[in-house]
Protein backbone atom coordinates (compact mmCIF):
# COMPACT_ATOMS: atom_id res chain seq x y z
CA UNK A 1 0.00 0.00 0.00
CA UNK A 2 1.07 3.81 -0.90
CA UNK A 3 1.84 5.38 2.65
CA UNK A 4 -0.84 7.78 3.44
CA UNK A 5 0.28 11.66 2.78
CA UNK A 6 0.20 13.72 5.96
CA UNK A 7 1.66 17.22 6.13
CA UNK A 8 1.41 18.87 9.48
CA UNK A 9 5.15 20.13 9.32
CA UNK A 10 4.50 21.84 6.02
CA UNK A 11 1.01 23.38 7.16
CA UNK A 12 2.50 24.25 10.27
CA UNK A 13 5.04 26.29 8.39
CA UNK A 14 2.07 28.47 6.43
CA UNK A 15 -0.32 28.58 9.43
CA UNK A 16 -1.55 32.05 11.03
CA UNK A 17 0.44 30.31 14.10
CA UNK A 18 3.50 29.88 12.72
CA UNK A 19 3.36 33.40 10.43
CA UNK A 20 3.05 35.59 13.72
CA UNK A 21 5.41 34.08 15.68
CA UNK A 22 7.99 34.85 12.57
CA UNK A 23 6.74 38.66 12.36
CA UNK A 24 7.96 38.36 16.46
CA UNK A 25 10.92 36.52 15.93
CA UNK A 26 11.71 39.38 13.11
CA UNK A 27 10.41 42.27 15.42
CA UNK A 28 11.96 40.93 18.37
CA UNK A 29 15.71 40.53 16.26
CA UNK A 30 15.35 44.35 15.19
CA UNK A 31 15.04 45.38 18.75
CA UNK A 32 17.73 43.40 19.88
CA UNK A 33 20.22 44.78 17.25
CA UNK A 34 18.42 48.55 18.27
CA UNK A 35 18.98 47.83 22.08
CA UNK A 36 22.62 46.71 21.70
CA UNK A 37 23.15 50.34 20.26
CA UNK A 38 21.47 52.22 22.81
CA UNK A 39 18.37 52.69 20.29
CA UNK A 40 16.51 51.31 23.09
CA UNK A 41 16.17 51.11 26.55
CA UNK A 42 17.56 47.58 28.17
CA UNK A 43 14.02 47.55 30.40
CA UNK A 44 11.89 48.22 27.38
CA UNK A 45 13.65 45.65 25.18
CA UNK A 46 13.44 43.07 28.10
CA UNK A 47 9.84 43.67 28.26
CA UNK A 48 9.49 43.13 24.88
CA UNK A 49 11.63 40.23 24.63
CA UNK A 50 9.47 38.49 27.45
CA UNK A 51 6.25 39.43 26.47
CA UNK A 52 5.66 39.47 22.77
CA UNK A 53 3.35 36.94 21.44
CA UNK A 54 -0.08 37.53 19.67
CA UNK A 55 -3.14 35.68 19.18
CA UNK A 56 -4.25 35.14 15.35
CA UNK A 57 -8.15 35.41 16.78
CA UNK A 58 -6.90 38.66 18.26
CA UNK A 59 -5.25 39.79 15.17
CA UNK A 60 -7.91 38.59 12.75
CA UNK A 61 -10.65 40.89 15.03
CA UNK A 62 -8.55 43.67 14.61
CA UNK A 63 -8.14 43.14 11.02
CA UNK A 64 -12.02 42.97 10.61
CA UNK A 65 -11.56 46.77 11.73
CA UNK A 66 -8.37 48.37 10.12
CA UNK A 67 -8.42 46.27 6.84
CA UNK A 68 -4.16 46.16 7.23
CA UNK A 69 -3.06 42.54 8.38
CA UNK A 70 0.51 43.87 9.77
CA UNK A 71 -0.97 46.96 11.86
CA UNK A 72 -4.06 44.92 13.08
CA UNK A 73 -1.07 42.40 14.29
CA UNK A 74 1.22 45.29 15.72
CA UNK A 75 -2.02 46.48 17.79
CA UNK A 76 -2.18 43.11 19.17
CA UNK A 77 0.82 43.00 20.19
CA UNK A 78 0.94 46.44 21.58
CA UNK A 79 -1.59 45.17 23.90
CA UNK A 80 0.36 42.29 25.61
CA UNK A 81 3.40 44.39 25.45
CA UNK A 82 2.31 47.56 27.11
CA UNK A 83 4.26 50.66 27.13
CA UNK A 84 7.39 49.49 25.69
CA UNK A 85 5.24 48.33 22.41
CA UNK A 86 6.71 51.89 21.19
CA UNK A 87 10.02 50.55 20.46
CA UNK A 88 8.63 48.38 18.19
CA UNK A 89 8.95 48.50 14.43
CA UNK A 90 10.76 51.47 14.28
CA UNK A 91 11.84 52.50 11.09
CA UNK A 92 10.15 49.34 9.67
CA UNK A 93 7.89 49.06 6.71
CA UNK A 94 5.31 46.39 6.69
CA UNK A 95 7.32 44.50 3.70
CA UNK A 96 10.39 44.39 6.15
CA UNK A 97 8.65 41.90 7.91
CA UNK A 98 6.49 40.02 5.19
CA UNK A 99 9.77 39.26 3.03
CA UNK A 100 11.30 38.59 5.74
CA UNK A 101 9.26 36.31 6.99
CA UNK A 102 8.28 35.11 3.82
CA UNK A 103 11.91 34.14 3.42
CA UNK A 104 11.84 32.20 6.42
CA UNK A 105 8.74 30.14 5.09
CA UNK A 106 10.43 29.20 1.66
CA UNK A 107 13.58 27.88 3.12
CA UNK A 108 11.71 26.16 6.12
CA UNK A 109 9.50 24.29 2.56
CA UNK A 110 12.62 24.09 1.02
CA UNK A 111 13.78 21.89 3.70
CA UNK A 112 10.90 19.52 3.90
CA UNK A 113 10.89 19.37 0.05
CA UNK A 114 14.44 18.04 -0.02
CA UNK A 115 13.85 15.66 2.37
CA UNK A 116 11.16 14.33 0.39
CA UNK A 117 13.50 14.60 -2.80
CA UNK A 118 16.05 12.44 -0.91
CA UNK A 119 13.37 10.01 -0.73
CA UNK A 120 12.75 9.83 -4.02
CA UNK A 121 16.52 9.58 -4.58
CA UNK A 122 16.92 6.35 -2.36
CA UNK A 123 14.22 4.50 -3.93
CA UNK A 124 15.02 4.97 -7.45
CA UNK A 125 18.73 3.98 -6.73
CA UNK A 126 17.84 1.18 -4.71
CA UNK A 127 15.51 -0.05 -7.55
CA UNK A 128 17.63 0.99 -10.18
CA UNK A 129 19.85 -1.77 -9.12
CA UNK A 130 17.51 -4.01 -8.41
CA UNK A 131 16.42 -3.79 -12.05
CA UNK A 132 20.02 -3.44 -13.60
CA UNK A 133 19.52 -5.89 -15.57
CA UNK A 134 15.92 -6.53 -16.22
CA UNK A 135 15.81 -6.03 -20.40
CA UNK A 136 13.08 -4.48 -21.77
CA UNK A 137 12.41 -2.32 -24.90
CA UNK A 138 13.77 0.94 -25.44
CA UNK A 139 11.14 2.89 -27.52
CA UNK A 140 11.13 6.12 -29.78
CA UNK A 141 8.06 7.79 -30.91
CA UNK A 142 6.12 5.24 -29.02
CA UNK A 143 7.89 2.69 -31.41
CA UNK A 144 10.06 -0.40 -30.60
CA UNK A 145 13.78 1.12 -31.16
CA UNK A 146 16.73 -1.16 -29.21
CA UNK A 147 17.06 -3.20 -25.84
CA UNK A 148 17.75 -1.46 -22.85
CA UNK A 149 16.93 -2.03 -19.08
CA UNK A 150 14.48 -1.00 -16.95
CA UNK A 151 17.12 -0.40 -14.02
CA UNK A 152 18.39 2.18 -16.86
CA UNK A 153 15.26 3.94 -17.26
CA UNK A 154 15.20 4.27 -13.32
CA UNK A 155 18.51 5.62 -13.27
CA UNK A 156 17.75 8.11 -15.64
CA UNK A 157 15.41 9.73 -13.55
CA UNK A 158 17.66 9.21 -10.55
CA UNK A 159 20.11 11.22 -12.41
CA UNK A 160 17.31 13.55 -13.15
CA UNK A 161 16.28 13.99 -9.83
CA UNK A 162 19.94 14.71 -8.61
CA UNK A 163 20.07 17.68 -10.90
CA UNK A 164 16.55 18.43 -9.57
CA UNK A 165 17.96 18.70 -5.69
CA UNK A 166 20.90 20.64 -6.61
CA UNK A 167 18.22 23.50 -8.44
CA UNK A 168 16.58 23.30 -5.55
CA UNK A 169 19.46 23.56 -2.92
CA UNK A 170 20.65 26.70 -5.18
CA UNK A 171 17.14 28.30 -4.99
CA UNK A 172 16.70 27.93 -0.99
CA UNK A 173 20.11 29.93 -1.09
CA UNK A 174 18.56 32.58 -3.59
CA UNK A 175 15.27 32.84 -1.61
CA UNK A 176 16.44 32.98 2.18
CA UNK A 177 17.12 36.75 1.34
CA UNK A 178 15.48 39.30 3.56
CA UNK A 179 15.35 42.73 4.62
CA UNK A 180 15.09 45.62 6.89
CA UNK A 181 15.98 48.74 4.98
CA UNK A 182 12.70 50.74 4.97
CA UNK A 183 9.77 52.16 2.71
CA UNK A 184 11.73 52.25 -0.24
CA UNK A 185 14.81 50.50 0.54
CA UNK A 186 17.27 53.41 1.31
CA UNK A 187 17.78 52.73 4.96
CA UNK A 188 15.90 56.18 6.19
CA UNK A 189 15.57 55.72 9.62
CA UNK A 190 17.83 52.91 10.40
CA UNK A 191 21.26 52.06 10.07
CA UNK A 192 22.00 48.93 7.87
CA UNK A 193 23.87 47.19 10.41
CA UNK A 194 20.48 46.83 12.63
CA UNK A 195 19.58 45.11 9.36
CA UNK A 196 22.40 42.89 9.43
CA UNK A 197 22.53 41.89 12.93
CA UNK A 198 18.61 41.49 12.67
CA UNK A 199 18.73 38.78 9.72
CA UNK A 200 22.41 37.04 11.17
CA UNK A 201 19.87 36.20 14.07
CA UNK A 202 17.71 34.54 11.90
CA UNK A 203 19.74 33.00 9.50
CA UNK A 204 19.12 34.91 6.63
CA UNK A 205 21.33 37.46 4.32
CA UNK A 206 20.39 41.21 3.85
CA UNK A 207 19.39 41.81 -0.03
CA UNK A 208 22.57 43.87 -1.20
CA UNK A 209 19.77 46.23 -2.38
CA UNK A 210 15.88 46.21 -2.37
CA UNK A 211 12.78 48.36 -3.02
CA UNK A 212 10.33 48.77 -0.60
CA UNK A 213 10.42 44.51 -1.30
CA UNK A 214 12.87 41.95 -2.11
CA UNK A 215 13.29 41.74 -5.86
CA UNK A 216 11.02 39.14 -7.04
CA UNK A 217 13.17 37.37 -9.80
CA UNK A 218 14.26 35.16 -6.32
CA UNK A 219 10.78 34.35 -5.86
CA UNK A 220 9.88 33.50 -9.26
CA UNK A 221 13.18 31.27 -9.32
CA UNK A 222 12.24 29.46 -6.23
CA UNK A 223 8.77 28.75 -7.69
CA UNK A 224 10.01 27.80 -10.89
CA UNK A 225 12.78 25.69 -9.61
CA UNK A 226 9.63 23.52 -7.86
CA UNK A 227 7.77 23.53 -11.30
CA UNK A 228 10.58 21.91 -13.01
CA UNK A 229 10.80 19.50 -9.47
CA UNK A 230 7.19 18.58 -10.69
CA UNK A 231 7.74 18.14 -14.10
CA UNK A 232 10.54 15.91 -13.70
CA UNK A 233 8.01 13.72 -11.15
CA UNK A 234 5.07 14.38 -14.04
CA UNK A 235 7.79 12.73 -17.06
CA UNK A 236 8.74 9.26 -14.88
CA UNK A 237 4.64 9.43 -13.65
CA UNK A 238 3.95 9.15 -17.66
CA UNK A 239 6.63 6.59 -18.60
CA UNK A 240 4.91 4.44 -15.64
CA UNK A 241 1.34 4.93 -17.06
CA UNK A 242 2.48 4.28 -20.60
CA UNK A 243 4.04 0.78 -19.46
CA UNK A 244 1.08 0.04 -17.04
CA UNK A 245 -1.29 -0.13 -20.25
CA UNK A 246 -2.94 -2.85 -20.68
CA UNK A 247 -1.18 -3.54 -24.02
CA UNK A 248 1.94 -3.02 -22.72
CA UNK A 249 1.91 -4.45 -19.25
CA UNK A 250 5.59 -4.07 -18.05
CA UNK A 251 4.44 -2.32 -14.58
CA UNK A 252 1.59 -1.73 -12.39
CA UNK A 253 0.74 0.61 -9.46
CA UNK A 254 0.36 -1.77 -6.14
CA UNK A 255 -3.40 -2.52 -5.77
CA UNK A 256 -4.39 -3.07 -2.42
CA UNK A 257 -6.85 -6.16 -1.42
CA UNK A 258 -9.90 -4.45 -0.88
CA UNK A 259 -9.19 -1.64 -3.42
CA UNK A 260 -11.64 -0.92 -6.28
CA UNK A 261 -10.23 0.41 -9.76
CA UNK A 262 -14.04 1.37 -11.47
CA UNK A 263 -17.34 2.37 -10.24
CA UNK A 264 -18.72 -0.11 -13.74
CA UNK A 265 -15.61 -2.14 -14.40
CA UNK A 266 -14.56 -4.76 -11.55
CA UNK A 267 -11.45 -5.37 -13.81
CA UNK A 268 -9.93 -2.50 -14.03
CA UNK A 269 -6.56 -1.63 -12.12
CA UNK A 270 -5.61 1.86 -13.44
CA UNK A 271 -2.47 3.94 -12.42
CA UNK A 272 -4.68 6.66 -11.04
CA UNK A 273 -1.51 7.92 -8.47
CA UNK A 274 0.48 8.55 -11.22
CA UNK A 275 -2.23 10.28 -12.96
CA UNK A 276 -2.64 12.92 -10.26
CA UNK A 277 1.23 13.34 -10.25
CA UNK A 278 1.05 14.81 -14.00
CA UNK A 279 -2.25 16.82 -13.13
CA UNK A 280 -0.24 18.35 -10.12
CA UNK A 281 2.48 19.34 -12.38
CA UNK A 282 0.34 20.93 -14.67
CA UNK A 283 -0.51 23.14 -11.40
CA UNK A 284 2.48 23.83 -10.89
CA UNK A 285 4.06 25.32 -14.12
CA UNK A 286 0.76 27.70 -13.90
CA UNK A 287 2.51 29.06 -11.03
CA UNK A 288 5.38 29.26 -12.24
CA UNK A 289 3.65 31.52 -14.84
CA UNK A 290 2.20 33.46 -12.45
CA UNK A 291 5.76 34.07 -10.25
CA UNK A 292 7.18 35.49 -13.87
CA UNK A 293 4.38 37.92 -13.48
CA UNK A 294 5.21 39.34 -10.21
CA UNK A 295 8.70 40.38 -11.29
CA UNK A 296 6.98 43.66 -12.50
CA UNK A 297 5.99 45.68 -10.80
CA UNK A 298 5.43 49.79 -10.31
CA UNK A 299 8.10 51.43 -9.55
CA UNK A 300 9.34 50.88 -5.81
CA UNK A 301 7.09 48.32 -5.67
CA UNK A 302 2.95 47.82 -5.93
CA UNK A 303 1.49 44.94 -4.44
CA UNK A 304 -0.23 43.05 -7.25
CA UNK A 305 2.40 40.38 -6.50
CA UNK A 306 1.04 39.56 -2.70
CA UNK A 307 -1.99 38.22 -3.57
CA UNK A 308 -0.85 36.12 -6.32
CA UNK A 309 2.22 34.80 -3.46
CA UNK A 310 -0.49 34.06 -0.90
CA UNK A 311 -2.12 31.50 -2.72
CA UNK A 312 0.73 29.71 -5.35
CA UNK A 313 4.00 30.10 -2.11
CA UNK A 314 1.52 27.74 0.03
CA UNK A 315 -0.07 25.72 -2.65
CA UNK A 316 3.08 25.07 -4.77
CA UNK A 317 5.49 23.98 -1.89
CA UNK A 318 2.78 21.41 -0.35
CA UNK A 319 1.92 20.37 -3.48
CA UNK A 320 5.63 19.53 -4.22
CA UNK A 321 5.97 17.77 -1.04
CA UNK A 322 3.28 15.73 -1.57
CA UNK A 323 4.16 14.79 -5.12
CA UNK A 324 7.39 13.64 -3.76
CA UNK A 325 5.92 11.80 -1.45
CA UNK A 326 3.61 9.82 -3.24
CA UNK A 327 6.41 9.33 -6.19
CA UNK A 328 8.44 7.70 -3.67
CA UNK A 329 5.72 4.94 -2.58
CA UNK A 330 4.72 4.26 -5.61
CA UNK A 331 7.96 3.67 -7.24
CA UNK A 332 9.10 2.15 -3.57
CA UNK A 333 5.49 -0.43 -3.88
CA UNK A 334 5.68 -0.83 -8.14
CA UNK A 335 4.62 -4.16 -9.54
CA UNK A 336 7.38 -5.17 -12.37
CA UNK A 337 6.73 -7.70 -14.69
CA UNK A 338 10.11 -9.02 -15.96
CA UNK A 339 8.51 -11.44 -18.00
CA UNK A 340 6.15 -9.21 -19.87
CA UNK A 341 8.86 -7.28 -20.96
CA UNK A 342 10.69 -9.60 -22.27
CA UNK A 343 7.76 -10.92 -23.80
CA UNK A 344 7.39 -7.41 -25.42
CA UNK A 345 11.05 -7.26 -26.53
CA UNK A 346 10.80 -10.73 -28.80
CA UNK A 347 7.72 -9.44 -29.90
CA UNK A 348 9.79 -7.09 -32.09
CA UNK A 349 10.62 -10.49 -34.40
CA UNK A 350 13.97 -8.91 -33.97
CA UNK A 351 13.93 -5.35 -35.42
CA UNK A 352 15.68 -3.83 -32.72
CA UNK A 353 18.87 -5.29 -33.48
CA UNK A 354 18.04 -3.43 -37.25
CA UNK A 355 21.07 -0.76 -36.21
CA UNK A 356 23.42 -3.65 -35.39
CA UNK A 357 23.30 -4.96 -38.88
CA UNK A 358 23.58 -1.98 -40.62
CA UNK A 359 26.76 -1.43 -39.11
CA UNK A 360 28.15 -4.84 -39.24
CA UNK A 361 27.23 -4.74 -43.07
CA UNK A 362 29.27 -0.86 -43.11
CA UNK A 363 31.91 -2.37 -41.27
CA UNK A 364 32.42 -5.34 -44.08
CA UNK A 365 31.99 -2.75 -47.44
CA UNK A 366 28.98 -1.73 -48.08
CA UNK A 367 28.45 1.87 -47.64
CA UNK A 368 26.09 3.25 -45.13
CA UNK A 369 23.27 3.85 -47.28
CA UNK A 370 23.54 0.37 -49.24
CA UNK A 371 23.35 -1.02 -45.91
CA UNK A 372 20.66 1.07 -44.35
CA UNK A 373 18.33 0.18 -47.79
CA UNK A 374 19.31 -3.51 -47.51
CA UNK A 375 18.20 -4.03 -44.14
CA UNK A 376 15.28 -1.39 -44.33
CA UNK A 377 14.11 -3.43 -47.12
CA UNK A 378 13.77 -7.11 -44.83
CA UNK A 379 12.79 -5.11 -41.48
CA UNK A 380 9.87 -3.30 -43.59
CA UNK A 381 8.88 -6.72 -44.50
CA UNK A 382 9.11 -8.49 -41.29
CA UNK A 383 6.58 -5.57 -39.93
CA UNK A 384 4.27 -6.36 -42.77
CA UNK A 385 4.28 -9.86 -43.28
CA UNK A 386 5.65 -11.29 -40.15
CA UNK A 387 8.35 -13.31 -39.66
CA UNK A 388 11.75 -12.79 -38.02
CA UNK A 389 14.33 -10.14 -39.49
CA UNK A 390 16.97 -12.36 -38.59
CA UNK A 391 15.52 -15.30 -41.00
CA UNK A 392 14.45 -12.90 -43.47
CA UNK A 393 18.45 -11.37 -43.55
CA UNK A 394 19.99 -14.82 -43.22
CA UNK A 395 18.51 -16.08 -46.00
CA UNK A 396 19.26 -12.64 -48.22
CA UNK A 397 22.13 -13.18 -50.75
CA UNK A 398 23.87 -9.67 -50.16
CA UNK A 399 23.89 -10.48 -46.43
CA UNK A 400 24.87 -14.06 -47.28
CA UNK A 401 28.21 -12.27 -49.38
CA UNK A 402 29.46 -10.19 -46.57
CA UNK A 403 28.34 -11.53 -42.86
CA UNK A 404 29.51 -15.04 -41.88
CA UNK A 405 26.27 -16.93 -40.11
CA UNK A 406 28.57 -16.30 -37.02
CA UNK A 407 28.35 -12.17 -37.56
CA UNK A 408 24.83 -12.12 -38.39
CA UNK A 409 24.26 -14.05 -35.03
CA UNK A 410 26.33 -11.87 -32.77
CA UNK A 411 24.23 -8.76 -34.24
CA UNK A 412 21.21 -9.92 -32.38
CA UNK A 413 22.57 -11.05 -29.46
CA UNK A 414 21.22 -9.18 -26.71
CA UNK A 415 24.16 -9.40 -24.19
CA UNK A 416 26.26 -7.86 -26.79
CA UNK A 417 23.71 -4.71 -26.86
CA UNK A 418 23.65 -4.95 -23.22
CA UNK A 419 27.41 -5.35 -22.56
CA UNK A 420 28.32 -1.52 -21.56
CA UNK A 421 25.03 -0.99 -18.88
CA UNK A 422 27.64 -1.69 -15.96
CA UNK A 423 29.47 1.72 -16.79
CA UNK A 424 26.58 3.36 -17.59
CA UNK A 425 25.64 2.62 -13.91
CA UNK A 426 29.78 3.35 -12.33
CA UNK A 427 29.19 6.83 -14.48
CA UNK A 428 26.46 7.57 -12.74
CA UNK A 429 26.58 6.34 -9.36
CA UNK A 430 29.54 7.15 -8.79
CA UNK A 431 29.78 10.94 -9.37
CA UNK A 432 30.41 12.88 -5.89
CA UNK A 433 27.62 13.72 -5.03
CA UNK A 434 28.07 17.80 -4.77
CA UNK A 435 25.63 20.65 -5.92
CA UNK A 436 28.53 21.57 -8.53
CA UNK A 437 28.74 18.23 -10.03
CA UNK A 438 25.11 18.19 -10.07
CA UNK A 439 24.98 21.59 -12.48
CA UNK A 440 26.69 19.38 -15.44
Known amino acids: MIPRYTR ?35 DAFRAIESRARVEPARVAEIEARVQHDVNAYLDALAEVVGPAA ?35 LAVLRRRALEHRETCCVGRTHGVFAEPTTFGLKL ?33 AHLDPGIEEDALTE ?21 ITTLAQLATSIERIAVEMRHLA ?25 NPWRFETLT ?6 RGYALAALENTVLWHERDISNSSVERVICPDATTAVHFMLHRLAGLLD ?18 LIFSGAVLLALARHGLSRQEAYGLVQKQALLTWDEG ?10 AEVQKLLKPEELTECFDLDRQLRHVNRIFERVLDQPDSTSEERR
Open 8 to 42: PEMAEIWSDERRYERWTRIEVAVCRALAKRGGIPK
Open 86 to 120: RYVHLGLTSSDILDTALALQLRDAADLILVECERV
Open 155 to 187: LYAFDEFRRQRGRLMRAREAIAVGKISGAVGTF
Open 202 to 222: LGLVPAAISTQIVARDRHAEF
Open 245 to 269: RSEVGEVQESFGAEQKGSSAMPHKR
Open 279 to 284: GLARVL
Open 333 to 350: GLEVFPERMRQNLDASRG
Open 387 to 396: GHLYDRLSQD
